[in-house]
Nanobody
Framework: QVQLVESGGGLVQAGGSLRLSCAKS????????MAWSRQAPGKEREFVAH????????YYADSVKGRFTISRDNAKNTVYLQMNSLKPEDTAVYFC???????????????WGQGTQVTVSS
């Protein structure tokens, strides 16, 4: 089993920044991928970014490209999401996930954290 714990959400004004963290513990499996997704009220869960743990390969959704940066710290088993130039439409619950491949569809990931709220005021 894999446990994921997110932290770092909060309230920020438009144009501001936040950094989310996701600490992973439990089972370790090779070639896994860590991802961030988000879900706004009344909307489906949306892919944000993923990073392959071994290779460091990264992919972003178009909506966040150039503003968000995903990274990892191998020693701490932690993945980060640095969010800059935040917009009100970035408001959502942000979830960390782990899976066996670089999926774009959130439903394909096997393990999920509890989520952390990000609210961007205009």
């Amino acid at each position: 089993q894999v446990q994921l714990v997110e932290s770092g959400g909060g309230l920020v004004q438009a144009g501001g920044s936040l950094r989310l963290s996701c600490a992973k513990s439990g089972r370790t499996f090779s070639n896994y991928v860590m991802a961030w997704s988000r879900q706004a009220p009344g909307k489906e869960r949306e892919f944000v970014a993923h990073i392959a743990w071994s290779s460091g390969s990264i992919y972003y959704a178009d909506s966040v490209k150039g503003r968000f940066t995903i990274s990892r710290d191998n020693a701490k088993n932690t993945v980060y999401l640095q969010m800059n130039s935040l917009k009100p439409e970035d408001t959502a619950v942000y979830f960390c996930a782990a899976g066996s491949a670089a999926y774009i569809l959130p439903r394909n990931y096997d393990y999920w954290g509890q989520g952390t709220q990000v609210t961007v005021s205009s």
